[in-house]
């Protein structure tokens, strides 16, 4: 948008103006809490149990011999049980989940259903959680979200993707792309192997992969392999997957910071079967009274990006966005086009307590701005609107935005 609307806009084009503007301020306010809570996710993503005590003995691997078994991995059919514990360094989030899920991020997508799983996902941004996993092929996997008073599952069943959250009787339908297409945005990865695989994405000449010993995981005996950024200025301390020894299918996925510390996510199968899971297993009808909401059409995910393409296209409100450096340093920067972090109240206490806790003023050459920070992703608001953030550090994103002057 020009910076000046031309003497004959109508009081049409300039509300539209002013809703605009609006927006963008809103998504530089809500990209933190998104990118956290995303990084969460898709970090969580590269899952899948504490390690049973006593490291097999077995035959010697190299890292790129143990990389090239993840990749061969054929497993198609499994079912277990998955524990995932994760401390990003989070307050406590209280009600941002329902806050979000009605629609503060997501712009009322899903009309705010419970059973929608972008923001079901929030959940597994903090404490521990017991997942219950199956998948038979590509097109047919189930994973559901235990507590102690409710379950919710997310079910993909060729093209049908179902979401239940058994607390509220509430449903979420939409569809996928069938066989062989990459999974779509919504439906959470069935396998620790599709997870690891976008760990091992990461791999370049900027890190360091080795092979760590050995454990036992779920009873099965697995490789350790140990992923490490070379370059100082990363969040992210080491990355250790534990690799079944006979399939090459990861099992347990650790992240550890390099603030040191207790591990990000801690995460991997409890118990784990390589039987067909039963068909009726991913069979799913609503309940008799359930509320149902129809979602948008899942569409697989784009190809991977290269430094300095546009990210952000066709996200809305947040075009423009793009790369700085590569590998483990990589920050994402867009223009919001707005004015930073707005001030006072959001008009949700919820958020608005969420990013105080969060949020730290800095200055540099690029002016003045807010660092959110959380043990892995850390995100800058500057006053002017523009957004710095990646799993790196203060100092480094302050840099970033000064080299950008």
């Known amino acids: 948008m020009a910076p000046y609307e031309s ?40 899952v899948p149990a504490l390690a049973d005590s006593g490291d097999p003995d077995l035959p010697k691997i190299s ?38 899920a009605s629609g503060a991020v997501q712009g009322g997508g899903s009309g705010g259903s419970s059973a929608d799983p972008s923001s079901k996902l ?13 998948a038979d092929g590509p097109d047919k996997s189930k994973v559901s979200l235990l507590d102690s008073a409710a379950e919710y599952s997310l079910i993909h ?59 036992q995981v779920a009873g099965r005996d697995a490789y350790k392999l140990l992923i490490k950024p070379k370059q100082s200025g990363s969040t992210v301390g080491a ?17 550890t910071p390099a ?18 899971p039963a068909a009726s297993t ?29 990210l952000g296209a066709g996200l809305g409100g947040l075009e423009g966005l793009k790369t700085i450096g590569e590998g483990w340093n990589s920050i994402a920067e867009f223009d919001t086009g707005g004015e930073g972090v707005p001030s006072g109240s959001s008009g949700n206490s919820n958020v608005d307590g969420f990013l105080n806790s969060l949020g730290d003023q800095v200055t540099g050459k690029f002016g003045s701005g807010t660092v959110f920070s959380t043990r892995l992703v850390n995100a800058l608001i500057t006053d002017d609107g523009k957004v ?16 950008a002057q």
């Not at 605009?20 to 998104?34: I, L, Q």
């Not at 998955?82 to 406590?92: A, E, H, N, R």
């Not at 941004?125 to 199956?134: D, E, I, K, P, S």
């Not at 991913?282 to 546009?310: I, L, N």
């Open 259 to 276: 603030s040191g510390g207790a591990a990000v996510v801690d995460a991997g199968f409890t118990k784990v079967d390589f039987s067909k």
């Open 63 to 100: 890292a790129q011999q143990l990389i090239e078994k993840i990749a061969k991995s054929d497993v198609e059919q499994l079912s277990g049980t998955v524990k995932i514990s994760t401390d990003l360094g989070l307050p406590d989030l209280g009600g941002l989940e329902s806050s979000f």
């Open 239 to 255: 990355i250790t997957i534990a690799v079944d020894s006979k399939t090459g299918l990861p099992l347990k996925f650790t992240l």
């Open 157 to 215: 069943n060729g093209t049908d993707v179902w979401g239940y959250d058994s607390k509220s009787n509430e449903v979420y339908h939409s569809t996928a792309p069938k066989s062989g297409t990459e999974k779509g945005q919504e439906d959470v990865p069935a396998t620790p192997q599709e997870l690891a695989d976008e760990a091992l994405k990461a791999v370049d000449d900027t890190t360091s992969v080795t092979v760590d010993g050995t454990a």
């Open 388 to 403: 710095y953030a990646g799993a790196v550090t203060k100092d480094a994103l302050v840099k970033a935005a000064d080299a």
């Open 282 to 310: 991913f069979d799913f009808t609503p309940p008799k009274g359930a509320k149902v909401t129809e979602g948008d059409d899942v569409k697989a995910p784009e190809s991977s990006q290269k430094s300095g393409e546009d």
């Open 7 to 46: 003497d004959h806009s109508t009081n049409a084009d300039e509300a539209e103006a002013d809703d605009v503007r609006t927006g963008r301020r809103k998504a530089a306010r809500y990209v933190v809490p998104v990118a956290v809570m995303g990084m969460a996710a898709a970090t969580i993503g590269l």
């Open 122 to 134: 929030l959940e597994l941004a903090t404490g521990t959680h017991t997942l219950r996993v199956a």
